[in-house]
C-alpha cells in the first residue's frame, strides 16, 4: 500500500485564487520531502526541497512566494500555489526519505488545471 | 548540470513482445541511476537501481545496466505481459552530503501499453 499520499490527485481552480497540495507519510516521520512537477512532454523538475520545521530551499527559477511550501510537522509537507495562472498547470509530485535504508517514496500526485 | 535523457513514447507492444526503453545521462560527479514505474492512479515506485558502472539492476523481469562508456542505463525485458503497462522514468542522483543525495534528476517518461 502507499506510503506517501496526495490530496488532491485531481484539482480545478479558478486563475487568480490558491490551491493547497498536500503531502503525507504514512507510516513514517519525514524531516525532509520534496517537491517535483512535470508539463506536458518535460521531465519530472525538482521545485524545492522541504524541510520540517525550516524554510524550503527552492530551485533556481522557482517562485518562493507563488509555491509556499509548509512542513509544519514530520508527516506532512504543503504546497501552496498562490494567485495559480494557467501556465501553472501542471503535475505535482511529492516523495518523502524513509530514514531506515533511506528509501524514496513518492506520492500519487496531483494534477492541477487553471482555468 | 545534470540531465537524464529517454526514449519518448507511447510504445504499444503485443504480450510477450521484448521492450527495451532506451536511457542516456549526462552528470556532474558519478550518479547512481534509477527507473521508476508509475501504474494508472500510483506513485512513481522504484522498479530498480544502480550505483557503479557494470552493475545491472534488475526486479520483475525488467533489467539495466549501468554502462559508463556510453552514459547508459537501458531499461529491458524479455517478455513484457498487459500488467506491465505503465510510465517507466529513468532517472539519477549524484552523491552530494544531507539531503541533496536524494534530489532526483528525472528523465520525460516512456508511456508503455501492452495489448493481449
Known amino acids: 500500500g502507499a506510503v506517501v499520499s496526495q490530496h488532491p490527485s485531481r484539482v480545478i481552480c479558478k486563475s487568480g485564487t490558491s490551491v493547497k497540495i498536500e503531502c503525507r507519510s504514512l507510516?513514517?516521520?519525514?524531516?525532509?520531502m520534496f517537491w517535483y512537477r512535470q508539463f506536458p512532454k518535460k521531465s519530472l523538475m525538482l521545485m524545492a526541497t522541504s524541510n520540517e520545521g525550516s524554510k524550503a530551499t527552492y530551485e533556481q527559477g522557482v517562485e518562493k512566494d507563488k509555491f509556499l511550501i509548509n512542513h509544519a510537522s514530520l508527516t506532512l509537507s504543503t504546497l501552496t500555489v498562490t494567485s495559480a495562472h494557467p501556465e501553472d498547470s501542471s503535475f505535482y509530485i511529492c516523495?518523502?526519505?524513509?530514514?531506515?535504508?533511506?528509501?524514496?517514496?513518492f506520492g500519487e500526485g496531483s494534477w492541477l488545471t487553471v482555468v | 548540470g545534470n540531465s537524464v535523457t529517454q526514449m519518448e513514447g507511447p510504445v504499444t507492444l503485443s504480450e510477450e513482445a521484448f521492450l527495451t526503453i532506451n536511457c542516456t545521462y549526462t552528470?556532474?560527479?558519478?550518479?547512481?541511476l534509477f527507473w521508476y514505474v508509475q501504474y494508472p492512479g500510483e506513485g512513481l515506485q522504484l522498479l530498480l537501481k544502480?550505483?557503479?558502472?557494470?552493475d545491472k539492476g534488475s526486479n520483475k523481469g525488467f533489467e539495466a545496466t549501468y554502462r559508463k562508456e556510453t552514459t547508459s542505463f537501458h531499461l529491458e525485458k524479455g517478455s513484457v505481459q498487459v500488467s506491465d503497462s505503465a510510465v517507466y522514468f529513468c532517472?539519477?542522483?549524484?552523491?552530494?552530503?544531507?539531503?541533496?543525495?536524494?534530489?532526483?534528476?528525472f528523465g520525460k517518461g516512456t508511456k508503455l501499453s501492452v495489448i493481449p
Open positions: 516523495s518523502a526519505i524513509k530514514g531506515i535504508g533511506n528509501t524514496i517514496y
Open positions: 552528470a556532474t560527479g558519478y550518479p547512481s
Open positions: 532517472a539519477l542522483s549524484v552523491p552530494y552530503s544531507g539531503a541533496g543525495s536524494y534530489q532526483l534528476t
Open positions: 544502480a550505483t557503479k558502472a557494470d
Open positions: 507510516d513514517f516521520q519525514a524531516t525532509t
